[in-house]
């Protein structure tokens, strides 16, 4: 049983199942990378697709090293920079990229892969780190996440961006970001490599 699963209700059978590979943090991080890289791998790529996928893979990438340089995990909780936007962007980054090599791929059913991705981890992944995040930070935790959305940013709070302490060290030692990086400038060399 994962540990992310220990304060939910019992399940058993195909149930139990189901529930535990949806928390399953290490086959959504798999999952992802497969995607890109199949995306990126089939893709039938036009200027005109590579023209609107790859700025939303650029911004996806720089939500995820600007959301990384702000946290420390499991110490702090990060409510300044893009967290005063949304409480994942980390996840809001990923989305995007995913999106991107998507729309990259010119292939339909790449897009119908990638929301049945997104509806089958992302609610539950929300649904852990922000029953975690109460855990460890109560009350500043209620207050922040009242006034700040799971995903998709909001303007109210744009006051908040420029405030905290960004430090390139956190982003590139969290989340395995340079490895990330590399491998979508990989995928999207590869691709721009097979444009017509």
Known sequence: MSHRTDDLAPLSGV??????MRYHEA???????????LYGFVAEPTTVLVTIGTPLIILGVLIRLYASGFIVKNEQLATYGPYALVRHPLYTGNILIIIGFSSISGIWWTAAVAFIFFWFYYPTAIEYEDRKLRRLFGNDWEEWSSRTPALIPTVSNLHSVNEGNWSIRKS?????EPIILVFIVFWIVYVFWHLP
Do not use: D, K
């Open 15 to 20: 149930l139990h199942f189901f529930r535990e």
């Open 27 to 37: 086959s959504r991080q798999t999952l992802a990378f497969v995607l890109i890289a």
């Open 172 to 176: 590139y030692r969290q989340n395995g």
